[in-house]
């Protein structure tokens, strides 16, 4: 166990459906990243937020809405999804932006079929 | 890009064989950090090394890095069958923030 906590762990939905991602550290981190991995592919950076404020978008489409209520908890909204949207999404946590140790502690995943 | 690029892609030793693996990356870095994944989980981080340190020790891992060569190499000694994962490198690279960079990573499988 990192210390992170991904909900659910699998998920099937269909391209018409809303869903939500959580996530949870009590690490007292105060960074949370979500990242997607796709077969064959590098992990690729999606959202960043350092105390609670989104500091990088990576060119991420709208129906994918990220939301981080307070520094512990970070969610992933999913909305009107596409197949191609199939993936295990990873939450991690981390210290914040400026200071030492950049070490990521990710959850187990939340692995996605989209149908 | 500022991703690694980790080579081999894929490795398949016997047990008590080393493993080693390397990656490349293009820009300059504040660290470099490897990670593990079995299959289908959540990443976990295994060693952290800065750009002013050449080489770091952590059990059975040991780690290289060459700034002017913009590589670093990991090395796992006396392999054993639960060392088969994914490993990856991850580049702090200067002036990106707090985020990592991924590269595609290393399938290494360990056989009996």
């Known amino acids: 166990e990192t210390g992170v906590t991904q909900t659910p762990r699998h998920l099937v939905m269909g391209m018409t459906n809303k869903k939500s991602l959580k996530c949870e550290q009590h690490l007292g981190h105060n960074a949370m990243y979500w990242y997607k991995q796709s077969a064959k592919k590098p992990l690729e950076l999606m959202f960043v937020y350092n105390f609670k404020e989104q500091t990088e978008n990576n060119s991420v489409p709208s129906r994918f809405s990220p939301e981080c209520p307070n520094s512990s908890h970070l969610f992933l909204h999913l909305h009107t999804l596409q197949p191609e949207d199939s993936a295990l999404y990873l939450c991690?946590?981390?210290?914040?932006?400026?200071?030492?140790?950049?070490?990521?502690?990710f959850g187990q995943g939340t692995r996605l079929t989209v149908v | 890009s500022q991703q690694g690029e980790e080579d081999p892609q894929a490795l398949s030793i016997q047990e008590g064989e080393n493993a080693t693996m390397n990656c490349s990356y293009k820009?300059?870095?504040?660290?470099l950090q490897w990670y593990r994944q079995n299959s289908g989980r959540g990443l976990v981080h295994l060693i952290l090394i800065r750009s002013n340190e050449r080489e770091k020790h952590s059990g059975r891992l040991r780690v290289t890095l060459d700034t002017s060569k913009k590589s670093s190499s990991l090395l796992i000694t006396a392999s054993r069958a639960a060392d088969t994962a994914s490993y990856f490198c991850a580049t702090d690279f200067t002036g990106g923030g707090n985020k990592l960079t991924f590269g595609t990573g290393t399938q290494l499988k360990v056989e009996l």
């Open positions: 820009t300059s870095i504040n660290n």
């Open positions: 991690a946590s981390g210290r914040a932006r400026g200071e030492m140790n950049t070490e990521a502690f």
